[in-house]
Each structure stands twice: as C-alpha cells, then as structure tokens.
C-alpha cells in the first residue's frame, strides 16, 4: 500500500486526546496532525521522537496532516495508523499472497457476526467459511519481540470468544496479528497489560482458533506485508 501522498518528517511534541499530536515540522512551523491510534503507543509517543506525516489538502478534514510512521533513526520504522493493516490485507488476500489461509474464492471486508460485531474479512470457497481478525501490533518491550496488546482491550477479548464460537459452528477462524515493527522476529501476548485478553486467547486457541503472525515492510514510501513471523503464546 503506497501513501497517497509523500510523507514529510517531523519531531513529535506531545499526543493527547488520543487522536491528536502536536508537531514541529522541518522548517520549524507547529501544526496539529491527526493520530489514527486509539492504543496507549507505549514507547511511541515519546517528545522529540522523529515521525512521518502524510499531509492532505481534503477540504472535509479539520486536520491538514496525519502521523503514520514513527522513524527510530536506525534503519527501522514502526507503522501507528491502525487503519492500515486491514488496507494493506485486503490487498495481499485480493491478490492470494497470504501463506497459511485455506483455499479461498471470495474476500468479504466488515462482515457481521457474533454480537453486534464485524469480522475484517470473511473468506469464502469450496469449504469451510473462514473468518479472519485483524490486529495492529506495535509494541516492543524485548528487542526482536513484538507484543500485543499494548493497553487493555474488552473489544478485543469479545472478538476472540466470538471467533471461538464460529469454530464451535463448523466454522474456521483465524487471529491475525500484522506487526507494523520491522525490527521485530517473533510476536507474543502482553499478559501483563491485559490478563484477561491472555486468558481469552487461551480459550479460543483451545477451541480451534488459528494464530498466524506477520510482518510488515515499511518505508516513508509505502507499507507491505512481509513475511510470516513465529508467534510465541
């Protein structure tokens, strides 16, 4: 998935609100950029951090910058838009570059199901429907080792019981962690943070629910999926 616009660098000043960041661009002028991240961006949004922004001239939109990438400034970036890897999934399933999944014909996005849920993607073709969760993964606390999540997730247990329920239906169903890291060789749950999403993913990895972990490639240019990563429970 390539940015529709070239990002432009920038230091980071502070997030608030979740959804906002004050900036200093290159040539010293401070704007306020839209951060697409309801996480805590544990070890992200740290001051005088150097970041990317894709700017944008859409009249709709209050905020003329978004923050995309924070740059560590040794060869490796980390992807904060959780936006983008179901954007950049959709892409590689359209195009049948996603190794693990089961045969499949048709790629449905935001599907419902469960409890006043949608799925990312449902999967269908000559057997068992396959219902596909996507999450965004950029927290590091060991080097090499990517975890998940980084601030307690209610919405993210529930989807893990109901995928559980669709392999109790006959059903497959997939927990697909996309690491937006690419200093990172292995993905692990964050038990710590949030016990009671550690004890969902034991049940629902019990019942049937497969785990498949990937990387991302990322530049200031575009973020692709890169290769499968082992996921340690």
Known sequence: MEFATSL??????????????????????????????PGSMMGLAEPGTKIWLEPNDDPKKKLR???????????????????????????????????????????RPEVKYGQNSRIDFLLSGSGPDTYVEVKSVTLSRQQGVAEFPDSVTARGAKHLAELAQMVAEGHRAIMFYLVQRTDCAEVTLAGDIDPTYKAAFDQAAAAGVTVLAQACQISPQAITLGKPLRFRA
């Not at 959804?19 to 839209?34: K, M, P, Q």
């Not at 910058?65 to 924070?70: A, E, K, Q, T």
């Open 65 to 107: 910058f978004g923050w995309r990438l924070v740059d560590h400034e040794n060869g490796h970036f980390t992807g904060v838009d959780t936006s983008v890897p179901n954007r950049a999934l959709k892409a590689a399933l359209l195009a049948h570059e996603v190794p693990g999944l089961p045969t499949y014909d048709l790629v």
């Open 8 to 37: 432009v660098p920038a230091r980071l000043i502070r997030r608030y609100k979740r959804f906002l960041a004050d900036v200093r661009l290159e040539d010293g002028r401070e704007v306020t950029a839209h951060c697409a991240n």
